[in-house]
């Protein structure tokens, strides 16, 4: 019977004909008064004839086998896949903000220029930085704004010859993208033996052709760049610019401000960092902040305060210009304004050191059956791998897969590229020690299937509502439309 109404509740077509859930009254005219015959339709469309109660059984049902953070443990890594408070998104809803026409004159949205320049100020405590802008929309593009205003510099500057970004092999993938994306030449380095950058393959490729370092800090193994201030010192030797990806700040804030390591420019992804909602395509934000030889270069306008007043600063005549419509993400922006005043300098830090924590928890209750693929204490998320010798055949992705019969969304997988069947996993601070022992739990029992019944694990996932799918098959004959 249960199988039954499971079965009835899921059911794709419900429409009946005869039923409905909403009754329009007719109108005086009809189409054909209105619209020229040839805009009419010769056959009525095939609308679902559903009941309102139907409805929203349906759509509630169809909620229901959605993986979220409000329902389940999300350990995406390099995701930051946190909780969010409810209250920022009421806040960032209020009308003031929400209903503020986008060309609405400065004097009319003073409230939200103050906040969004309080927010850049907050952003240059946290760093150290001398400047923010808050325009770009997402962190690949703060990346591409960064290198923008790399390029506006030494355009400025007169130093032509810099064509070239170097990119290590631990770095996001959107770092070489976007610096392609921006005119460079991308110099790939491979990584020394303990996952961060090999300072010998950096000095052989830095040259008076080298514009940009990019670096991940903490990068995608989930490793402090230990040399980070003596790496600086290389770079601003050979003339070049330190750019660092500020996507994993979550385990930075509070204890270290990046300035201090000798960065030129960072962005941050405040839908990463600073608790505004990720996932599903957005939206994003990903300011940019600058050391302050960079802050004349950064995208216009900027927000200032000017005596007791706030405006948008357009005089700035070495701006690379514009790179987002009208100043940014502005919810996303107010969400991370009201995350960073709850927290003071001690809470933020806590933060970031919980969020640490609970990533070498993890990665030490699991080194005898996941062992970490850089036996070392890692920063925000762990990096593990397979002991292919006791697998019986088994993949990472077949352990994904039968996580989901467990109740968990699956980690990240085969990210980063050096690790072979890297399973990348983030707690973030927001998951207490319980659901970081079940999580254990379900590992360690996954494990135990791999030894005893492998085809198991290969068949997952065994009880959700969609199976395992032919990925090669879905990947090159996708059906997009049902």
Known sequence: M??????????????????????????????????????????????????????????????????CLDSHFYPLGSCTMKYNPKAYDVLSGLDGFASAHPFAPQAGVQGTL?????????????????????????????????????????KAHGEHQRAEVIVPDTAHGTNPATSNMAGYKVVNIKSAADGCVDKEALQKVLSDK???????????VGLFEKDICEIAKMVHAAGALLYMDGANFNALMGVAKPASFGIDMMHLNLHKSFAAPHGGGGPGSGPVGVAAHLAEFLPKPTVAKVGEKFVLQETMPNSLGKIKAFYGNIAVCIRAYCFLRQYDEKTLRQVAEQAVLNANYVRVLLKDYFPA???APCMHECVLSLQKEKMNGIRTADIAKRLLDYGFYAPTIYFPLIVPEAIMIEPTETENKEMLDLFVKAMKAIFEEIISEPQTVHDAPLHQLVKRIDEVSAAREPNLRW
């Open 114 to 154: 103050e906040l969004l320049y309080n927010l850049q100020e907050l952003l240059k405590e946290v760093t150290g930085l001398s400047a923010f802008t808050l325009q770009p929309a997402a962190g690949a593009h703060g990346e591409l704004t960064g290198i923008l205003t790399a390029k506006a510099y030494f």
């Open 2 to 67: 249960q199988d039954i109404m499971k079965k009835n509740a899921l059911s794709i077509e419900k429409s009946v004909s005869g039923r409905r859930g909403v009754r329009f009254e007719q109108s005086a005219k009809l189409p054909q008064d209105i619209l020229p015959q040839e805009c009419l339709r010769k056959t009525a469309p095939k609308l679902p004839e559903m009941s309102e109660l139907d409805t929203v059984r349906h759509f509630t049902n169809l909620s229901r086998q959605n993986y």
């Open 373 to 375: 693929f850089f036996d």
């Open 210 to 220: 080298t514009a940009v370092v990019m670096l991940t800090v903490p990068n995608t």
